[in-house]
């Protein structure tokens, strides 16, 4: 009997954990979507955009970042799908010349763990 109570304890506190937004170490997209939220603190890409969950993300020169996950289309011309997001984080005009985000310098494993942190926001 006691036995079953540990297991269910355990199992409740695995669900705990799983039922989290934005605080899991890995992301089924690949990248640590909690080392994302970082670097888009540390890039100030909240300077530019409103972003869920970062504090003073409150910019208003690129769009608002909420429900980057179920969003079908990226700055109005590329799929939303994770490769595509790393790309255009990585390098905004290579992905679509001459929109208006600079280039933030950021490396494939930074783009990759911001892209896991985005794609938390439903
Ligand atoms: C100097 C301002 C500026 C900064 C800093 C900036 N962005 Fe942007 N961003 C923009 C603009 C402007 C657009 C709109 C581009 C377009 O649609 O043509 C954009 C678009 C985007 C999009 C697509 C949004 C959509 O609605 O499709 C994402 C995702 C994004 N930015 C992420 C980031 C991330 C992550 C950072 C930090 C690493 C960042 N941006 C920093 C200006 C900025």
Redesign the pocket.
């Known amino acids: 009997m006691i036995a079953i109570l540990l297991l269910l304890a355990a199992a409740l506190v695995l669900a705990g954990c799983d039922s989290r937004q934005g605080t899991a170490e890995t992301s089924p997209v690949g990248g640590n979507p909690r080392h994302g939220a970082d670097?888009?603190v540390k890039?100030?890409?909240g300077?530019?955009?409103e972003?869920p969950g970062i504090a003073g993300a409150e910019?208003h020169?690129?769009?608002?970042?909420d429900h980057?996950a179920i969003?079908t289309?990226?700055?109005?011309?590329l799929p939303?799908t994770p490769e595509n997001?790393r790309a255009?984080?990585r390098n905004?005009q290579a992905a679509?010349p001459g929109?208006?985000?600079?280039n933030?310098e950021?490396k494939d494993d930074e783009a990759e763990d911001?892209t896991a942190y985005?794609y938390t926001l439903r």
């Open positions: 670097l888009i890039s100030n890409c300077l530019c955009h972003i910019g020169v690129g769009p608002s970042l980057m969003r289309i990226i700055a109005g011309f939303n997001m255009w984080i905004p679509v929109n208006a985000m600079p933030m950021l911001i985005l």
